[in-house]
């Protein structure tokens, strides 16, 4: 398997993953809800019990808000990098494509090499010095 399909099949897990993510905080309930407390208050031990789970259901409210916004925060920025991801491979695949249909081009257009030793042409001298004798 290439390297290109292994990424493909990962962005598709990916992609699941944030569609998975983006429904479990859509699911946790808003701190109003969390915070609601119902149950009998009309006497003292059952008004200081009710107070008490009154106070602690505000707090879950409050953590179930900072991990809601935390998991839809996560999920958005893993799509943005997903999206990066595939925008910059689509982009480094169409550059191969292209510099192969270049390589291509140029060995089909360039003339046949010699197949042996020309005598009728010796090779370019690389720097400013002059060839020396053999």
Same mark, same amino acid.
């Given at each position: 398997? %290439?390297?290109?399909?292994?990424?493909?099949?990962?962005?598709?897990?990916?992609?699941?993953?944030?569609?998975?993510?983006?429904?479990?905080?859509?699911?946790?309930?808003?701190?109003?809800?969390?915070?609601?407390? +119902?149950?009998?208050?009309?006497?003292?031990?059952? &008004?200081?019990?009710?107070? !008490?789970? +009154?106070?602690?259901?505000? &707090?879950?409210?409050? &953590?179930?808000?900072?991990? &809601?916004?935390?998991?839809?925060?996560?999920?958005?920025?893993?799509?943005?990098?997903?999206?990066?991801?595939? %925008?910059?491979?689509?982009?480094? !695949?169409? +550059?191969?494509?292209?510099? !192969?249909?270049?390589?291509?081009?140029?060995?089909?257009?360039?003339?046949?090499?010699?197949?042996?030793?020309? =005598?009728? %042409?010796?090779?370019?001298?690389? =720097?400013?010095?002059?060839?020396?004798?053999?």
């Amino acid at each position: 398997m %290439s390297s290109i399909t292994q990424i493909a099949l990962d962005l598709a897990q990916l992609a699941q993953n944030i569609a998975r993510l983006q429904e479990q905080a859509a699911a946790i309930p808003d701190r109003a809800r969390v915070a609601q407390v +119902e149950g009998a208050n009309q006497e003292d031990a059952q &008004r200081t019990y009710f107070r !008490s789970l +009154e106070v602690l259901a505000a &707090r879950i409210g409050q &953590r179930t808000e900072v991990v &809601r916004r935390y998991v839809d925060a996560n999920a958005e920025a893993l799509q943005k990098a997903a999206d990066a991801l595939q %925008s910059t491979d689509g982009d480094t !695949s169409a +550059e191969a494509r292209r510099a !192969s249909a270049f390589i291509e081009a140029s060995i089909a257009s360039a003339p046949p090499a010699p197949a042996g030793p020309s =005598s009728t %042409s010796a090779p370019a001298p690389t =720097s400013g010095a002059a060839p020396k004798a053999w």
